[in-house]
């Protein structure tokens, strides 16, 4: 099968090819769920697009099926994987309107279903969850900070002020609901995966208005083209063939 780029385009960022024509399909998956995904090829090379929230912004974060997204780009031939994620900062010197290329995590997700190995041992070494292969390309192409802790919460409320001050001792740059466990599965899976986290925020307590989903959408909007030139310049940055410690 044909190595393919794999994106998945979280809240805001539904497509990567607005007018264009594309081979919709469907992947069955052994976790319930099948994948609707479309196809299109850039340069000679062939990308995968997964709207994480299904077409519609339907599914909200802590119901996502990651485990068939995951299952079906890999099915697909995807090896590497480019994400974004809508995040709120936890520094004042990282803005609305930043974005961050998270080099670790903290996953404070509970009801969710984490790992590919529930019959067998099989521990997955994430000392470095993201590739970094692939954070260094996106980096060049774009304006974004290159490193940073990504707190996952549960979801779907916001986070209190409480627990952002707990997060915030504990060295975390941003906070999502989305990216856990999908950089972990993808580790799983022996692929590459990096992703674009755009803060649409501050987060409670560091702003003194209340958090709403409107300001988030509007944040979204307004970093939207500059995220999709992002990719695509990744895209054609990225060889198809090559070596990577996260393929073994
Ligand atoms: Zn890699």
Do not use: W
Not at 113 to 141: G, M, S, W
């Amino acid at each position: 099968m044909t190595k393919k780029i794999g994106i998945i385009g979280g809240s805001g960022i539904y497509s990567l090819t607005d007018g264009m024509d594309l081979e919709k399909i469907a992947i069955k998956t052994p976790y319930g769920d099948s994948v609707n995904v479309s196809l299109f090829k850039r340069n000679n090379k062939d990308i995968v697009f997964l709207p994480r929230h299904k077409i519609g912004h339907k599914t909200p974060p802590h119901k996502i099926n990651y485990r068939a997204n995951i299952f079906a780009l890999k099915e697909l031939g995807v090896n590497q994987i480019i994400a974004t994620n809508s995040v709120g900062s936890l520094k004042k010197d990282i803005p609305p309107g930043s974005l961050v290329l998270p080099d670790d995590f903290i996953d404070f997700t509970c009801r969710r279903d984490k790992t590919f190995y529930d019959d067998e041992v099989v521990h997955v070494d994430l000392t470095q969850p993201y590739c970094e292969r692939l954070r260094n390309t996106i980096a060049k192409n774009g304006k974004l900070i290159n490193s940073g802790v990504y707190v996952c919460t549960e979801g779907p409320r916001f986070e209190t002020r409480a627990e952002i001050k707990m997060f915030q001792s504990l060295g975390v740059d941003i906070v999502g609901m989305t990216g856990l466990p999908e950089v972990v599965l993808a580790k799983e899976k022996g692929m590459c995966y990096s992703s674009i986290a755009i803060v649409t925020n501050y987060s409670t307590s560091l702003s003194k208005d209340k958090l709403t989903m409107e300001e988030v959408f509007e944040m979204m909007e307004a970093k939207k083209k500059e995220v999709i030139e992002i990719i695509l310049k990744t895209i054609d940055d990225v060889p198809i063939d090559y070596e990577c410690d996260c393929l073994s």
